[in-house]
């Protein structure tokens, strides 16, 4: 029998403490697994892109798995799809989630971490350019690790922004060069194809969360930039080949590095600080695992045999 759970099911389900924890736990242990996830990206005939990421492995999680979803930036929701939760011991289908809950909670989540563990510390102002669903993650990430101050919101949508920032007490500017004016944490989740900052925008001290940079041809921090700061990414290899290094540049560390001690991330105040990851696999299992236990265990969700 297979578990299906929904998006109203996920969200009963998830909550940020938990999937934090088993964020940080996957990036401490991660790169213990032996055989290599691979994250694979088409064009199609459509407006639209298919990604599939695959196989999600973990060294403490028996189970894998397999994620598909098409991405339609003027569709609403842009990004839909299922995710595959498969037994290690014999491929059974335990559960098919909803997947963009699942990457909205992993992504949102895992940049939330990345950005406490990076920016300074202390109640800074938090900047938003592009308030859709991964910002609303991140957000409700940070609250669960530090305090922060202010908020400032920028969004191409103008209504959006303005839902965003009242939801979350804060104030509506007009540019991305405004939000990061006002701001000591800038968290951008767009789909620009061009820089919405360069160096002249910022100051030192700053830190930036990318999360708009997951496939070639998206840009959201020039280059003057990306090589002053310290730099910080899920994953080397695929940073230079799709995310924010295709343009060039290298990453100081990744967040692994980061988590265990091996790499400090920030060296001193002044250190600008930028975490642009893709999404790696293994983040959708610690996330779809979470979700499955605890969705066994609160009766939660609807079984179907796909077998019969």
């Known amino acids: 029998m297979t578990l299906v759970l929904t998006r109203a099911d996920l969200e009963t389900v998830l909550e940020p403490e938990a999937c934090l924890s088993a964020l940080r736990e996957g990036f401490r ?46 569709a609403r929701p842009a990004l839909r799809g299922v995710l595959c939760l498969h037994s290690g011991t014999d491929g059974e289908l335990l559960a098919l989630m909803d997947s963009a809950t699942v990457t909205a909670w992993r992504t949102g989540l895992a940049a939330a971490l990345g950005t406490h563990l990076l920016a300074r510390p202390g109640k800074g102002v938090v ?25 400032v919101v920028h969004d191409t949508d103008a209504d959006r922004a303005v839902d965003f920032a009242s939801r979350h007490g804060g104030r509506v500017l007009a540019s991305p060069a405004e939000v990061s004016g006002a701001a000591d944490i800038v968290l951008s989740a767009t789909w620009s194809k061009q820089p919405l900052l ?27 930039l990306l090589d002053e700061a310290v730099v910080v990414v899920d994953d080397r290899e695929l940073a230079a080949s799709m995310g924010v290094l295709t343009s060039g540049g290298t990453a100081g560390a990744t967040l ?36 499955y236990e605890r969705a066994e265990r609160a009766g939660i969700g609807r079984r179907l045999d796909l077998l019969s």
């Not at 492995?57 to 991405?71: E, R, W």
């Not at 590095?257 to 610690?286: F, N, S």
């Open 29 to 74: 242990s991660a790169d213990e697994v032996t055989v290599a996830g691979q994250r694979v990206r088409t064009d199609l005939p459509f407006p639209g892109t298919a990604t599939a990421l695959l196989p999600g492995l973990l060294p403490s999680v028996p189970a894998y798995t397999v994620k598909v979803n098409a991405k339609f930036p003027g």
């Open 256 to 291: 692994g590095e980061v988590v265990r001690g091996e790499h400090p991330g920030r060296t001193g105040e002044a250190d600008r600080t930028v975490y642009a990851p893709v999404g790696l696999p293994w983040q959708d299992l610690a996330l779809a695992w979470t979700a």
């Open 127 to 151: 900047g938003v350019i592009g308030a859709g669903a991964q910002a609303e993650l991140v957000m409700r990430g940070l609250a669960a690790l530090r305090p922060w101050g202010a908020l």
């Open 198 to 224: 360069g160096l002249s925008d910022t100051r030192a001290g700053q830190h930036f969360t990318s999360l708009g940079v997951d496939e070639p041809g998206k840009a959201e921090l020039a280059a003057d």
